[in-house]
């Protein structure tokens, strides 16, 4: 088990190590947006696999770093979620939660590692429409390059997911650049899974 995981690069281990490198990438993109995060909650961070034997590795290895508090259903494959048992500390952040979704079929990632973050901006915007209209208001300079984002490189994507049982909607705005992406979303991963239990 270790050595294709090991091979991969996927060991907790060996991604553990990779966080530096990933965490400067999310505060460089966070610098191009004019977006100021130290005051929220880095919320969770989340593995990209593209096969499916190693996400079922990846999966049981971490069960050794943290407890599975979800594993719901999202566009039609497992969404794993983990709380570990001592945060990932990254620059400024205590990461709580790891996302692990297992490979969706015809999609494959460049590159089987870290892939985003998201952060908690407190809102009670229902829609992603409305929730990036507030983060406008919220961060002004990012407002004034909304537009030209794309000639920048930057992706920006508007999304609501949600998992079966959900009660309470999480809409979030995605910024994807090279290789890293940085989401938002108004409420907490255990929040979410909190509302799918009492469901």
Not at 38 to 48: K, V
Not at 66 to 74: F, H, K, Y
Not at 113 to 131: C, D, G, L
Request: negative net charge; aromatic residues 8%.
């Amino acid at each position: 088990m270790r050595m294709s995981l090991e091979n991969a690069q996927l060991l907790p281990e060996q991604l553990k190590q990779k966080l530096p490198d990933f965490m400067s990438k999310i505060q460089e993109l966070s610098e191009v947006l004019n977006l100021d995060l130290t005051a929220f909650r880095a919320d969770h961070i989340a593995l990209r696999i593209n096969d499916l034997e190693l996400a079922e590795l990846a999966h049981k290895s971490w069960l050794e770093h943290g407890e599975q508090i979800s594993n719901a259903q999202i566009n039609g494959r497992p969404i794993i979620v983990l709380a570990f048992n001592q945060p990932l500390t990254a620059l400024n952040w205590q990461i709580e939660c790891l996302e692990l979704p297992y490979p969706a079929p015809g999609k494959t990632y460049p590159e089987q590692s870290w892939e985003h973050i998201e952060f908690v901006v407190p809102s009670v915007a229902q829609t992603a429409e409305k929730f990036a209209d507030e983060l406008k208001q919220r961060f002004p300079l990012l407002a004034k390059q909304w537009d030209t984002l794309h000639e920048q490189g930057i992706k920006v994507k508007l999304s609501s997911p949600q998992g079966e049982g959900e009660r309470l909607n999480n809409p979030t705005v995605a910024f994807k650049y090279q290789g890293v992406c940085i989401k938002l979303h108004p409420h907490s991963l255990k929040a979410i899974v909190e509302s799918e239990q009492s469901a």
